[in-house]
């Protein structure tokens, strides 16, 4: 069953912070965070492993609570950069398939 | 550079037509997917593979089929049993359980 992403579609001012969440209906082994830019390729973002420590580069990081079956990603200043769709993708097991959720539309604007 | 290489970028098919999309990487991955796409919507898993010469149903694999002979190849041929077929369609590969890397993609239409 796929993930559910909340919210569907965000729309923040240059500088203003994003919480993106992502849950699960079935216990969780990882948690993948992707952003893809219109018509392009998705760009892997960062991995969240259970019993792992939250992750994080820059000025976007993600946590897992792996008891709620759930992961936030965390934009902090938003950059007009940061415009685009976020997908997590979940797997149940280390090297299962991941399944992904129907995606997170976040638009900067200046 | 390694990566992973998705041709042709457009691609249009005819009723009745079988049509292959090509995905091809040279990043030494054992684990290779295909994911199909529709405008607004999140990414659906087609068919993958973790081993050559072995693959698996995805979510979606009703008029679809692929073959892995090569750990670098994995194309995937869009049937004439695929209805719908029109959708953008994106290749994918990884070590197991790791990141994935995904291609540019293919774009199908129906002519």
């Known amino acids: 069953q796929q993930p559910v992403q909340s919210p569907q579609a965000v729309i923040l001012r240059e500088g203003e912070d994003a919480v993106i969440n992502c849950s699960s209906s079935?216990?969780?082994?990882?948690v993948h965070w992707y952003r893809q830019k219109h018509g392009e390729a998705p760009v892997f973002l960062m991995i969240l492993l259970k019993g792992g420590e939250q992750k994080g580069h820059e000025k976007i990081s993600a946590s897992f609570n792996e008891k709620k079956q759930q992961s936030s990603l965390y934009l902090t200043a938003s950059q007009l950069s940061y415009s685009g769709t976020y997908f997590c993708g979940t797997a149940p097991f280390g090297n299962e398939k991941l399944t992904f959720g129907t995606g997170t539309r976040l638009t900067i604007i200046p | 550079d390694g990566g992973i290489t998705q041709s042709p970028k457009y691609l249009f098919r005819k009723e009745g037509q079988n049509v292959t999309l090509s995905c091809e990487q040279n990043l030494n991955h054992d684990a290779m997917y295909w994911y199909r796409q529709d405008p607004g919507q999140g990414l659906r898993l087609i068919y993958y593979?973790?081993?050559?010469?072995?693959?698996q149903k995805g979510d979606i694999a009703e008029g679809y089929s692929v073959s892995r002979e090569k750990k670098e190849s994995f194309p995937l041929t869009v049937t004439s049993a695929q209805k719908n077929p029109t959708a953008f369609y994106l290749c994918a590969s990884s070590h197991l359980g790791q990141p994935q890397h995904f291609g540019d993609g293919t774009r199908l239409s129906i002519l």
């Open positions: 593979s973790q081993i050559v010469n072995d693959f």
């Open positions: 079935k216990a969780l082994y990882s």
